[in-house]
């Protein structure tokens, strides 16, 4: 039996200063075509590919959900919601596809 995983995420610039929250059922893939471009839209036109964060769910409505809440609240709670998990603001997505 599989057991589905969805993700809220969100990724942001080389300099932290522009962030794009988002959902998926793929984390891994979607990520990647982020830091690929492959969608012309707001992630790519502000280069936001790398992963600061994420939360996985087992149902999709609880993701996006969340994903609401993270997106109507302030800039600075995302990035309190950022340095929570990752102090470093690290790319969490590092290793992922070597």
């Known amino acids: 039996m599989q057991i589905n995983q969805y993700a809220v995420y969100i990724i942001t610039n080389k300099a932290n200063t522009v962030f794009y929250t988002g959902v998926t059922g793929e984390l891994q893939i979607r990520i990647l075509q982020h ?3 492959e969608y012309k839209g707001f992630s790519a036109r502000f280069n936001c590919n ?3 964060y994420f939360e996985l769910f087992q149902w999709i ?3 996006i959900d969340r994903e609401k809440q993270i997106k109507a609240g302030s800039r600075q709670k995302k990035i309190d919601l950022i340095v ?3 102090s470093s603001w690290s790319d969490m997505s590092d ?3 070597d």
């Open 50 to 52: 790398k992963l600061g």
């Open 61 to 63: 409505q609880d993701a």
């Open 84 to 86: 929570s998990v990752n």
């Open 95 to 97: 290793g992922w596809y």
């Open 35 to 37: 830091k690929r471009k």
